[in-house]
């Protein structure tokens, strides 16, 4: 089991990927909106997402885990 | 300990190898696997001191080694084994050729006492003494705590294998004085070190792989060769960058465009927003250094400004000439980072950046703002040449952020509807007048504004025309 997390203080922008999908290494999850930039977060494990934790229009801190990747 | 001459040495090791049938983890096995085949020497004899030092060639390039002995004590260091570390670094720094040491010890001896650690202490001193004299690369194969921690510390560019472990108290004391309660990996392993502590440089699948990463750095900073300008090429560079002048992407294709193969990257998972990576460019090896927008945007934080501050200093100290590309949108903001000593530690850039000596040439290929573009090589600091892409804007902050705050009276003043159309203007305006990259060019921060298809040339040309030269410091471990 493996954790996406937030890097910076940002807003969710886009949920690329769904609860269920299976990712491989280096597929987007979700995009953030951070210092006026679109910045993708990508997966380093690959798997199923078995739990997507935030949504669109959500703000992240750093830390805040974005998806659960088994 | 006793340093005999190499002559006698290969003579009593042939003696002793037909007595002990071949245990791969004897240093004299790890050392010969280091080296060319057949040109290992051994410097100092292979005795129960707790380690054994050698010369012999990589790839033909002469260097120096040393490797613990973990058959004897676990490795541990003791008066004699620490004597044969130093005679190492003595013939390395003689030779002008790199020192690779590759460790698995325990510490000092304890059944030595203090004149274990007084034989510590010298190799360090050692260590330092040669610091930005020759290159030295550290390879962890096993545990290195302790006293022996602090060796790979020391040097310039630390690679840790799997079986690697680096701490200064291992799990049972860190137990009985904190509670916390971890594992040698968990503590000091690659986990650890590659991603959070930064004391890890290169984290290798296996000792192999291990042994093969420090002989390729040996190379590329023992024999750094000369930039031949008629075997540089162009590559269209463009497909890097992303339609959407917002979007973050990765910068590690843009650097294997410009480099001959892709080099070895130096702390790759610790403060990722920014890659340090040494490589070839027409054949000579550089130093390249570059915002990752797909991390944190590409922002400058307080990790990534010291982790590039040291390797400018490593470059500046051997003459390896610098290419620096820059995206970044500017120090990242945050209670954090203040905190954490952004200032302290953004200092360390610009301060290894204007005593750098070696031709450092500067490649803007999209957003260049505020302390950041300072910090990023800046004509200010002393860059050789700076290159923009079209594509480039230099200033204080984005011009629609600093129309904001210029033109905030002017935008209240009109109509909700019309501001999107006076900022517009506004932001024309102020491109005109302060920001743009004509204006950069104009002051001469800027040198050239050059195409994507026409950068590696030019960066090439660059290194080339600069004279040579190099920082005269040691590398402290910043």
């Known amino acids: 089991m493996a954790e996406v997390q937030a890097e910076m203080v940002a807003n969710v922008w886009k949920v690329v990927a769904a609860q269920g999908d299976t990712v491989a290494v280096g597929d987007t999850i979700v995009i953030l909106e951070s210092m006026k930039m679109e910045i993708p977060v990508l997966t380093e494990d690959a798997g199923t997402i078995t739990d997507l934790r935030v949504a669109e229009g959500d703000v992240v801190q750093e830390g805040d885990v974005i998806a659960v990747i088994d | ?478």
């Open chain 2, 1 to 478: 300990m006793t340093v005999i001459d190499n002559r006698t040495a290969t003579g009593s090791a042939r003696a002793l190898s037909t007595e002990e049938p071949a245990d791969p983890r004897a240093p004299r096995i790890r050392l010969e696997t280091l080296f060319d085949d057949g040109t290992f020497r051994p410097l100092t004899a292979e005795d129960k001191s707790g380690a054994l030092a050698g010369s012999g060639r990589i790839e033909g390039t002469p260097a120096v080694a040393f490797a613990s002995d973990p058959r004897v004590q676990g490795g541990a260091m003791g008066a004699a084994g620490c004597e044969a570390i130093e005679s190492a670094y003595d013939a390395a720094v003689r030779e002008r050729v790199p020192v690779i040491g590759i460790w698995h010890s325990g510490g000092a001896r304890l059944a030595e006492g203090v004149e274990s650690l007084h034989g510590v202490g010298k190799v360090f001193a050692a260590m330092t003494r040669a610091s930005g004299v020759v290159p030295q690369i550290s390879v962890v194969i096993g545990p290195a705590a302790g006293g022996a921690a602090y060796g790979p510390a020391l040097t310039d560019i630390v690679i840790m294998s799997q079986g690697g472990r680096v701490f200064v108290t291992g799990p049972d004391v860190v137990k009985s004085v904190t509670g916390e309660e971890i594992d040698m990996a968990g503590l000091g392993g690659p986990e650890p070190h590659g991603r959070r502590s930064g004391v890890v440089h290169m984290v290798a699948e296996d000792d192999t792989e291990a042994v093969a990463r420090a002989r390729r750095l040996a190379v590329l900073l023992g024999h750094q060769g000369r930039l031949r300008q008629a075997e540089v090429s162009d590559v269209d560079m463009a497909h890097v960058l992303p339609e959407s002048p917002r979007r973050a992407y990765d910068v590690h294709p843009l650097i294997d465009d410009l480099l001959d193969e892709p080099g070895l990257e130096l702390h790759q998972k610790w403060a990722p927003n920014m890659v340090t990576l040494l490589g070839r460019l027409g054949g000579r090896t550089v130093g390249v250094m570059a915002n990752n927008p797909l991390r944190l945007g590409g922002c400058l934080d307080s990790l990534s400004a010291e982790k590039a501050a040291r390797f400018v200093r490593m470059c500046d100290a051997f003459g390896v000439p610098l290419v620096v590309i820059v995206d970044t949108p500017g120090y990242l903001p945050g209670v954090g980072q203040e905190h954490g000593g952004v200032v302290r530690r953004g200092a360390k850039l610009l301060h290894a950046f204007a005593e750098a000596t070696v031709p450092r040439i500067t490649l803007v290929t999209r957003k260049s703002f505020g302390g950041a573009y300072i910090a990023m090589n800046s004509r200010a600091l002393g860059a050789t040449r700076v290159f923009a892409w079209p594509t480039a804007t230099i200033g204080v902050m984005g011009a629609p952020a600093a129309v904001r705050v210029l033109g905030r009276k002017k935008l209240a003043a009109v109509p909700e509807e019309e501001r999107p159309a006076l900022e517009a203007r506004l932001v024309t305006e102020y491109e005109e007048t302060v920001g743009g990259l004509d204006r950069a060019v104009e002051l001469g921060v800027v040198d050239e504004v050059i195409k994507p298809a026409e950068t590696r040339t030019a960066i090439a040309r660059a290194i080339a025309e600069a004279p040579p030269a190099r920082g005269n410091h040691g590398n402290i471990p910043l």
